[in-house]
């Protein structure tokens, strides 16, 4: 079985910062970021789990919901790649995508 926790640990480091960020980082930017990666997770796992229809787009639940929404991205995800058996290469670039974004948010957060 595919071991996902590369992708569930970056998501949640990303996760812990914005969720630790002050109100005023999240409207300048962050928070549009995380939701952004959110949903780029969320329409990864639903191409994985039913490529047949077509792609729903989450909602925009406000500034302080993003890092719940981006975890519950990242956890949908990983369990899509482990129940299709994906490659090892597959989780390497969902890992280094999440890696990639949560280094263009720093300086936001």
Do not use: N, W, Y
Request: hydrophobic fraction near 50%; avoid cysteine; glycine fraction near 6%.
């Amino acid at each position: 079985m595919l071991d996902t926790t590369p992708l569930t640990a970056a998501v949640e480091r990303i996760a812990d910062r914005l969720r630790a960020a002050p109100q005023s980082r999240l409207q300048r930017g962050a928070a549009a970021e995380g939701l952004a990666l959110a949903r780029e997770l969320a329409l990864r796992a639903q191409r994985i789990e039913t490529p047949q229809d077509e792609p729903r787009t989450m909602p925009d639940a406000g500034l302080f919901a993003v890092a719940d929404q981006l975890v519950v991205a990242g956890t949908d995800l990983a369990e899509a790649l482990r129940m299709a058996a994906a490659s090892p290469k597959v989780l390497g670039e969902a890992v280094g995508f999440v890696e990639d974004t949560g280094a263009r948010l720093r300086p936001l957060l």
